[in-house]
């Protein structure tokens, strides 16, 4: 309960956005276009990110994949009759 405490504390007391309304006004204006496309932009990167945790592949991997289809292929064509 005390990490999670600790945790909120901090959160409330230091924003991590620049954009945040808890934040004092700078005094200089910002380009509300370059923002929002900053702000896109982080997000695309974020969600590349996350997708290629879960479905990149190296490409080691992706040899060893082909290489086992291969012997698959030609274990499968081996056992095939004559007709």
């Known amino acids: 309960m005390r990490i999670a405490i600790g945790v909120l504390s901090a959160a409330l007391r230091e924003p991590t956005h620049p954009f945040d309304p808890r934040c004092a006004m700078s005094g200089s204006p910002i380009n509300l276009n370059r923002a929002r496309k900053a702000r896109e932009r982080a997000r695309e990167e974020r969600r590349a990110d996350a997708n290629a945790l879960k479905y990149g592949r190296t490409r080691a991997q992706?040899?060893?994949?082909?290489?086992?289809?291969?012997?698959?292929?030609r274990d499968?064509?081996?056992?095939?009759?004559?007709?």
């Not at 992706?62 to 292929?73: D, Y």
Request: overall charge positive; glycine content about 0%.
């Open 62 to 73: 992706k040899r060893l994949e082909a290489m086992r289809n291969e012997k698959a292929q």
């Open 76 to 83: 499968l064509d081996a056992l095939k009759r004559e007709t």
